[in-house]
């Protein structure tokens, strides 16, 4: 059973339990609903309250959930582990891992890895990714240890990316371009008249002429933005075979989550976090003569 204790502040004096939580607390309203359904699941000073019950500041409201139905089969895989708390894990991924199970697919993915490690800490959880990372992307992934968690920070979390793109690519800029599904397609992506609206913003940090290191945050999160906004720029991703046509520089599109800041949804405390680049970049760029030891 999962449970977190709050006291109730002036500010909601004579509110009732439903505006509390949906206002002060940011919960869903499936979330709500949940809590009203389990036995004891709101409770203030001991005693089990309704949504429409008025609350007095000072007390302590109680919220308990029952433990998560599991769907997916862990599995012992290795993980790097940069942040965690009873609320959060914030994993570093390795590229090459897929994030979660498809069909066709039966290696192992970060969602079997993550399950696995939370069955031998003995406490068995859902995988909740809160952001998304493609199968060759490496970095940072946050996931939720439950569903309240997980809505608090839908769409919060700023992301830095580390891209290694093709051309010498100066300056810094924006890219405001709609991205829409290519027609034909399933996966792939490209600017176009009707796509949703995109933005990417970028910073070129250093170059050789063939390459470039490129700093990137994203104020929208659409599938594939950041290689799909840089290919239609003139600068594809280095090894990106969707978006660009390069096998040479790498053996993967080069893109790494480096860093990402988010408040704690349940302390407000501040958390900023960052991943070195992984060794095939740094190898990369070294080859090129060109430094990987960028501050964040």
């Keep these: 059973m999962q449970q977190w204790v709050y006291t109730i502040p002036p500010a909601y004096d004579g509110a009732t339990v439903q505006t509390y939580l949906r206002q002060e607390l940011g919960m869903s309203w499936r979330m709500v609903v949940r809590l009203k359904h389990t036995e004891n699941g709101i409770t203030v000073c001991g005693e089990r309250r309704r949504s429409i ?17 599991v769907h997916i089969e862990g599995a012992d895989l290795p993980l790097s582990i940069a942040y965690e708390d009873e609320a959060l894990l914030v994993v570093d991924k390795p590229p090459y891992l897929a994030v979660h199970p498809s069909a066709g697919k039966p290696e192992p993915t970060l969602a079997n890895a993550v399950v696995g490690y939370y069955e031998r800490q003995g406490t068995p959880l859902s995988f909740r990714p809160v952001n998304r990372l493609d199968r060759n992307t490496s970095g940072l992934l946050l996931a939720a240890k439950n569903p309240h968690v997980a809505f608090a920070l839908a769409q919060k979390p700023r992301k830095e990316y580390l891209a290694i793109v093709l051309g010498e690519l100066s300056g810094s800029g924006v890219i405001d371009q709609p991205i829409r599904v290519k027609e034909g397609c399933c ?12 933005r990417t913003h970028y910073e070129a940090l250093c170059s050789d002429g063939e390459i470039t290191l490129v700093r990137l945050w994203l104020e929208t999160g659409r599938t594939h933005q950041i290689r799909v906004h840089m290919s239609w720029l003139g ?62």
Excluded: N, W
């Design 235 to 296: 600068y594809p991703l280095a090894g990106d075979t969707m978006y660009g046509t390069d096998t040479v520089v790498m053996p993967r599109h080069a893109l790494h989550c480096a860093a990402m800041a988010f408040t704690h949804p349940l302390t407000g405390e501040p958390i900023h976090l960052t991943s070195s680049l992984p060794q095939d970049m740094q190898d990369c760029l070294a080859a090129h003569e060109l430094s990987g030891g960028i501050a964040l």
């Design 53 to 69: 019950d008025p609350l007095h500041a000072g007390e302590q409201i109680t919220l308990c959930l029952p433990e998560d139905e």
């Design 187 to 198: 996966i792939t992506r490209e600017v176009g008249e009707g796509g949703k609206e995109s």
